[in-house]
């Protein structure tokens, strides 16, 4: 009888991450074909037509640009927290926290000069989020507790809050059928560089340039990956690899809440819950794609960006926009699977030696 | 009228606890065995839409519950090839399966949005209000009982059986139990796709009796606080069924605080289950100390080769 046996091939392909990725892409399509056809639709009409309402004019690739903004900080922070080995399921959370803190302060302190005034809303975005893993960042640091329910259990706490908000405190009178609060002013709207693209995506840049630096260049970054590693080698180093979790905790959570406070200041111009439409889960999706590299998740974060937006458009025609959830996470699962034939090689052995 | 009353939040919170509490068994097997499986609140979804349109379509009641368990088994399976068999990481599959449940089944559940059910898991006896606690008691959904029933078997099953010893020598130790001859691969991913059923169970319970109906998203975290509860109940049956009262009695309580005379914000009291979720479990771990009862070889992947 023979038995199989797998073991890590000792030389890996570099790019085995993007190529897993092709791979899970067309399994994602493929799937989103079959549901396609067994809706009664035809895959390739629906496709062509996301893909031109997406990528096809200028107009449209700016909004998926705009829609791939929260996507990639929101991915990119959670990229952060994973260097030191840990999850962050609460971004769709913290991006809500960060709309809300940026409304806050909005409405608590007048700025006059607005390009300040929105530095300083974008930055009590990020501390907004911060905020709001400090209690699973601390809980994890201090007594060892599970992150991933903690952060996640979070989404639902904050969610719950900003539906209170808008049905009560800020409650727009003004807004009568979607109860939100009332939109922010004008002069703090970011502006736009071309088409819809928003300066938010510039932002977006920066961030990924700067967590590339972090992660991949600075000592930071290297104190992350030895935290993160093993225990023993992080005090051989002399580093308090709690402290760095901890921090790395508060960065990546303070980007998805900058991701919140962009997409508010961008798209959505006040708090309401369609403030982020699942982007914090969806860029748990871009993050894990990409093996948590900034760049990729820069990249990924813009296709799933231009697939959001092709979901939504292809609702007109009676496809839900599900649609796009199920192609992505389809992909992640096609990635992960091919991703197993560049890591492992499969060995063929007897049983009778 | 403060009985009824009592009793009626007796009621609610046994009904909210054999949801809770039969998804969190069934991730307390899949996890015995070492693999964690993230993909709960997923699972149920698959299974409530599931369960809801097969006993929309045909009317019969044993079928849907069977479609249910048999759907959601099948889905984790997707999380078992890729975690037992491929050795991919366990928290980025069971967060997809997550995802991917909840996206699939408000796709399959579009259309049924809205649909009036024709049958529902009955009780064993009807009361309408009952007036004491052995009233509350023999007035359950027949899936209470059944809940009851697994939660023996699978203490006893856990305890007392081969397969039991074996799921927990795997949990334990894979290499060694390799080295004694036990199959590693197979144990795990009938313990995953276990899991599954009992998830699928939950989803079953959830629209054909619990809520009645199906929406998009209505697990509503019901998936995660289960994972919570298996970490509640330190990998033990019993502990998770009293761990599972607690929370759904805190589900039964909160939309009553109101008309108990508290001037709360409705909306905020929605969030206090998940506050006190979270409060628990950072008390908890604090307690406890290290000693959680976690199986050693949770979310590590099985390598023969690496001897």
Known sequence: MNKYLISKKIVTNDLSTFYSFLIGLSVGITIGSIILLVQGQNPIEVFSLMLRLSVGSIKSISSSLNKAT??????????????????????????????????????SYEISNSKLSIILLLLSAFIGGSICILLPAAA?????????????????????????????????????????????????????????????????????????YLKEKSVFGYELRISGGSALTAIYAGINAKQKA???????????????????????????????????????????????????????????????????????????????????????????????????????????? | MFDIQLMGLLNAT?????????????????????????????????????GFMVAVNTGNLFLSVLIGIFSAALFSSLHAFVT???????TVSGLILTILGLSLSALMGKKYVGKKLPVKIESLIDIDEPSNIYEVLISQNYIFYLAIFLMVATSFILKKTMFGRRLEAVGEDSRAADSMGLNVNKTQFIATCVGGGFSGLA???????????????????????????????????????????????????????????????PYLVKITPYAITIIILVVLTIYKGGRTGAPNNIGIPFFRENR
């Open chain 1, 70 to 107: 929260p996507l990639i900080l929101a991915g990119l922070g959670i990229s952060i927290i994973n260097s030191v080995k840990l999850w962050n399921i609460g971004a769709e959370g913290q991006i809500f926290m960060g709309g809300i803190a940026l409304n806050f302060m909005y409405i």
């Open chain 1, 140 to 212: 994890k640091v201090l007594f060892g507790v599970n992150e991933i329910i903690t952060t996640l259990l979070f989404n639902y706490i904050i969610i719950g809050f900003t539906v209170y908000l808008v049905n009560g405190p800020w409650k727009d009178p003004n807004s009568l059928n979607f109860p939100a609060a009332t939109y922010v002013g004008k002069e703090v709207y970011l502006p736009t560089i071309f088409g819809r693209l928003s300066y938010g995506f510039i932002i977006c840049i920066l961030c990924t340039a700067g967590v590339y």
């Open chain 1, 246 to 353: 901890f921090i790395a905790m508060l960065i990546g959570g303070g980007l998805a809440g900058l991701a919140g406070g962009v997409e508010l200041l961008s798209q959505t111009h006040r708090v309401s819950t369609g403030l982020s439409q699942g982007f914090g889960y969806t860029a748990i999706i871009v993050a894990a794609i990409t093996g948590m590299r900034p760049l990729g998740i820069f990249l990924v974060g813009s296709l799933f960006g231009a697939l959001t937006i092709g979901g939504t458009v292809i609702q007109t025609m009676g496809v839900s926009s599900y649609i796009a959830d199920v192609i992505q996470a389809t992909t992640l699962f096609g990635a992960l699977i091919s991703q197993f034939f560049f890591t492992y090689k499969i060995m063929k052995v007897s049983e009778d030696v």
């Open chain 2, 14 to 50: 046994l009904q909210a606890a054999t949801l809770l509490f039969i998804a969190a068994l069934g991730e307390l097997i899949t996890e015995k065995s070492g693999i964690l499986n993230l993909g709960v609140e997923g699972m149920i979804s698959v299974g409530a839409v599931s």
């Open chain 2, 84 to 90: 037992v068999i491929l050795k991919q990481d366990q």
């Open chain 2, 203 to 265: 989803g079953v319970y959830l629209t054909l009796s619990y809520v009645p109906y199906w929406t998009d998203n209505m697990t509503s975290g019901r998936g995660w606080i289960a994972l919570a509860l298996v970490i509640f109940g330190g990998w033990k049956p019993y502990r998770t069924a009293i761990g599972a009262v607690l929370f759904g009695f805190l589900e039964a309580l909160v939309p009553r605080l109101q008309t108990y005379g508290f001037e709360l914000s």
